[in-house]
């Protein structure tokens, strides 16, 4: 695609994110038994149409990240990038860009940035997951992605677009032994001071028991990571078989983990307050509940943050397993 028509692209995408926004809320998704300060998000539209998607291999996409880059790279495509993926074989990472959270978004032509083959560092059946995280300190997005899913990497940029392979920073070995998977992750600044950590990591585990809890670890540089050997969160503890997809807000000079449940369990996002030391084990049930029908159809997982404008989005995986889209909810 040339510039001009980028442009051109964009310019189309945000007249229709305008006359979208005169449109009422659709859905009944509610963030009914979250803490006092999380906002109530509704259902407003998915991102894109992934049957018209140029790279999507498999039909199912999950695991978004959005992030806000107008004020970090010097030329981007739109102001905001969602990064996502397929999760079957043979996955990739994937980027599309939009100038407003409300999308609609456009699919990056080359896609998928990173493959499931990368010379001479890995050669796995699918890679996915995506997260993004803005290293200040580096003035590069880093990029955090499992393939396989006993092990997790981390791949560099200064544009979002071409990434350069940097290393290993989770597997299967550094978690007790009968631990089968260690995925998911998402990195996030936060000053953890009896660690000497500025940053903090939350993932998924699987063990031989094959119910999947929330794992978490803690790093200086956001490259070389200690993890706990505990589960930060499990399932029993919260009445599922398997919860996963975890990723760290605040609200209220409070810590809370957001993560969601098997669809037998309910499907539902939960939320338990840990706290800013990461000691409390305050598990506040349901963040936010599926639709029922389309595009959720019972299930919501993996959530995504922004703000524009003053007001807060939140992207995430709707559907069955293996069959997901991805949504925008907007705060009400």
């Known amino acids: 695609m040339t510039e001009l028509s980028r ?12 006359a979208l926004a005169a449109l009422p809320l659709l859905g009944t998704g509610t963030a009914s038994a979250a ?3 999380f906002p109530e998000y509704r259902f407003l539209r998915t991102a894109f149409d992934k049957s018209k998607l140029r790279y999507n291999p498999t039909g199912e996409l999950i695991f978004p990240c959005i992030r806000g880059v107008y004020d ?3 030329d981007p495509l739109g102001r905001y ?3 996502y993926a397929p999760h079957d074989a043979p996955g990739g990472i994937c980027l599309s860009y939009a100038d407003s959270l409300e999308g609609p978004f456009i699919e990056y032509p080359r896609n998928p940035i990173v493959k499931n083959v990368w010379k001479p560092h890995y050669d796995v059946s699918h ?4 997260f993004v995280l803005w290293h200040a300190q580096s003035r590069e997005l880093w990029l955090y992605f499992h393939g396989e899913n ?6 560099r940029s200064k544009d979002g677009i071409h990434f350069t392979y940097d290393k290993t920073v989770l597997s299967t070995s550094m978690l007790p032994k009968g631990t089968t998977e ?12 009896a660690h000497g950590a500025k940053y903090v990591m939350v993932f998924m585990i699987n063990d031989t028991t094959n119910h999947r809890s929330i794992g978490w670890g803690w790093s200086a540089d956001a490259r070389d990571w200690t993890f706990s050997q505990k589960p930060l969160i499990r399932p029993e503890d919260v009445g599922a078989s398997n919860i996963g997809a975890p990723t760290v807000v605040r609200r209220k000079n409070s810590t809370y983990v957001v993560y969601h449940e098997n669809i037998e369990a309910g499907g539902n996002m939960l939320i338990t307050e840990v706290g800013n030391d990461f000691g409390k084990r305050n598990h506040l049930g349901v963040f936010h509940a599926p639709l029922s029908g389309a595009p959720d159809n019972g299930r919501c997982a993996a959530a995504s943050f922004g703000t524009m404008n003053g007001k807060e989005y939140m992207f995430y995986e709707a559907g069955e397993r293996l069959k997901g889209s991805i949504a925008i909810a907007r705060a009400v």
Do not use: M, Q
């Open 81 to 83: 990038y969602l990064y």
């Open 182 to 193: 260690t995925s998911y992750a998402k990195v996030f600044e936060h000053d953890l001071p």
């Open 72 to 74: 970090k790279l010097a």
């Open 35 to 37: 803490p006092a300060g």
């Open 7 to 18: 442009r051109t692209a964009l310019r189309g995408a945000a007249g229709a994110s305008l």
């Open 127 to 130: 890679v996915s997951s995506p």
């Open 150 to 155: 006993t092990t997790t990497r981390l791949a």
